[in-house]
């Protein structure tokens, strides 16, 4: 199974807004509203961010959002701030025996 | 508020199986809303997700490393494990164990993760 395809880096001042996309196949991200994003800050486990392509766990920022579009799902975080700085993975279900991440995004706040 | 916890050796020689156990606390591993995951992370790259068991026992497995990897759990001391046989270098790497929402399959509780080297 293929990794989802995610930019290496993407950056942004404090303030700002960015956007980061993850691009799958129709048998994953184009089939399956179950797309979640995690934030990894360096030497931690990861934390959930959103799930079902959109819906945000109680005690995340409403900072975060997520989209889809197609085969393309997207995290946007808005009103960027320093403590933001990460890395972040898509996942995708797409059946029994295929959970696929993606490769990640590193987040860097200028 | 559920912990999860990795435990295991750290250093593995090449060839030999890799085990590691998560130990979950303040919730059970019995519950039928959850699946139980393992998820790796070589040093310095993403992360792969390894395979997930039920309370059931059933079992679903990345068909990367599947044939050399068996998931089990043990209800009665409320943890699971991983086992991979055969490791090689490629096999170093952090590993966490997670609780992953069966509707939803996000992974919204995680281990710290504990870090595995294999070499001689």
């Known amino acids: 199974q293929s990794a989802l395809t995610q930019p290496a880096s993407v950056s942004g001042s404090p303030g700002q807004s960015i956007t980061i996309s993850c691009t799958g196949t129709?048998?994953?991200?184009?089939?399956?509203?179950?797309v979640s994003w995690y934030q990894q800050h360096p030497g931690k486990a990861p934390k959930l961010m959103i799930y079902?392509?959109?819906q945000r766990p109680s005690g995340v920022s409403n900072r975060f959002s997520g989209s889809k579009s197609g085969n393309t799902a997207t995290l946007t975080i808005s009103g960027l701030q320093a403590e933001d700085e990460a890395d972040y993975y898509c996942f995708s279900y797409a059946g029994s025996t295929t959970w696929v991440f993606g490769g990640g995004t590193k987040l860097t706040v200028l | 508020q559920v912990q999860l916890q990795e435990s295991g050796p750290g250093l593995v020689k090449p060839s030999e199986t890799l085990s590691l156990t998560c130990s979950v606390s303040g919730g059970s591993v019995s519950s039928g809303n959850y699946y139980w995951s393992w998820v790796r992370q070589p040093p310095g790259k993403g992360l792969e997700w390894i395979g997930c068991i039920y309370h059931t026992g059933s079992t679903n497995y990345n068909p990367s490393p599947k044939s050399r990897v068996t998931i089990s759990v043990d209800t009665s001391k409320n943890q699971f494990s991983l086992n991979l046989s055969s490791v090689t270098a490629a096999d170093t790497a952090v590993y966490y164990c997670?609780?992953?929402?069966?509707?939803?399959?996000?992974?919204?509780?995680w281990g710290q993760g504990t870090m595995v080297t294999v070499s001689s």
């Open positions: 079902e392509d959109t």
């Open positions: 997670a609780r992953v929402v069966v509707p939803t399959k996000a992974f919204d509780m």
């Open positions: 129709s048998s994953d991200v184009g089939t399956y509203n179950l």
